[in-house]
């Protein structure tokens, strides 16, 4: 009695070790929306043909502006990466 028990026993174990073993579920991945100002290039304004003092003096103050907004920008996308990178790796 105590072999067949240990016969059927290391059958039911070799027929198991056949089947594939169950996987964990991938968890979904979590995703940011991005603003859509941040997929647009950065635009420098430019002087005109023939141009004035005033108009380097402006172009000047434009630059700049211009530089801070596309700053914004890219530090917007910065952000969104790092929190969506921060909740894949807090994911389960």
Known sequence: ???TALAVSMTLNAACAWLPRP???RPTPILLTVADTVRQPCRMPLLPQSPTQ????ALIIQSGLAIIECDARRQLAV???DAQQTAIKEAP
């Open 54 to 57: 005033g108009d380097v003096d």
């Open 1 to 3: 009695l105590i072999l």
């Open 23 to 25: 996987s964990a579920p």
């Open 79 to 81: 952000d969104i990466l």
